[in-house]
T-cell receptor, first 114, second 115 residues
Framework: AQSVTQLGSHVSVSEGALVLLRCNYS??????LFWYVQYPNQGLQLLLK??????LVKGINGFEAEFKKSETSFHLTKPSAHMSDAAEYFC????????????FGRGTSLIVHP | GAGVSQSPSNKVTEKGKDVELRCDPI?????LYWYRQRLGQGLEFLIY????????KSGLPSDRFSAERTGESVSTLTIQRTQQEDSAVYLC?????????????FGPGTRLTVL
């Protein structure tokens, strides 16, 4: 069984501040982890993914995430928020021995203040 | 190239009516997924197609929901006798091979409102 928890349904930051969106997973086998972003009135698009290579994964738009097995976490960060980063962010997990269907978290809405 | 497209973008229907939602995946993608996204909720898996294999229907919430896919192209999701709790955004995604590490490419969704 696999699951993912995103702490905080809303995160608010000022423009230029650090962005930290939290994701913790549960998986009985080595996980594959994804972050997707959904801009208003658009479909989800992939930001980055961890597939058991480097634990620090760099994605598009300056985002990165670090896989920490000991903490079962895959938090998403960006050093400096931009107004255009305002969107809904979804963490997802699939497992090397489990279903082909990834399990998505409930999402975190990122609000960026000028 | 063209991404995943869905139609209609919005659908308003009356309780008890049937609706059909369409998804055009990226050409050449063998895997296709349908999800439901209720307001403030995550993505709820509905059904998964992979090539010519039998679809994984384990996420369909009731027998009012069905889906089909023609080969590796268009898919339609049908909801019969719609209920108000069916109101949601229905998202379609495709991926090139459907493996566990594959990136899913999502369409913009169909917003269904059942009155």
């Amino acid at each position: 069984a696999q699951s993912v928890t995103q702490l905080g349904s809303h995160v608010s930051v000022s423009e230029g501040a650090l962005v930290l969106l939290r994701c913790n997973y549960s998986s009985s086998v080595p996980p594959y982890l994804f972050w997707y972003v959904q801009y208003p009135n658009q479909g989800l698009q992939l930001l980055l993914k961890y597939t058991s290579a480097a634990t620090l994964v760099k994605g598009i738009n300056g985002f990165e995430a670090e896989f920490k097995k000991s903490e079962t976490s895959f938090h998403l960060t960006k050093p400096s928020a931009h107004m255009s980063d305002a969107a809904e962010y979804f963490c997802a997990v699939s497992s090397s021995g489990g279903s082909y269907i990834p399990t998505f978290g409930r999402g975190t809405s990122l609000i960026v203040h000028p | 190239g063209a991404g995943v497209s869905q139609s209609p973008s919005n659908k308003v229907t009356e309780k008890g009516k049937d609706v059909e939602l369409r998804c055009d995946p990226i050409s050449g993608h063998t895997a296709l997924y349908w999800y439901r996204q209720r307001l403030g909720q995550g993505l709820e898996f509905l059904i998964y197609f992979q090539g010519n294999s039998a679809p994984d229907k384990s996420g369909l919430p009731s027998d009012r929901f069905s889906a089909e896919r023609t080969g590796e192209s268009v898919s339609t999701l049908t909801i019969q006798r719609t209920q108000q709790e069916d109101s949601a955004v229905y998202l379609c995604a495709s991926s090139s091979t459907g493996t566990r590490t594959d990136t899913q490419y999502f369409g913009p969704g169909t917003r269904l409102t059942v009155l």
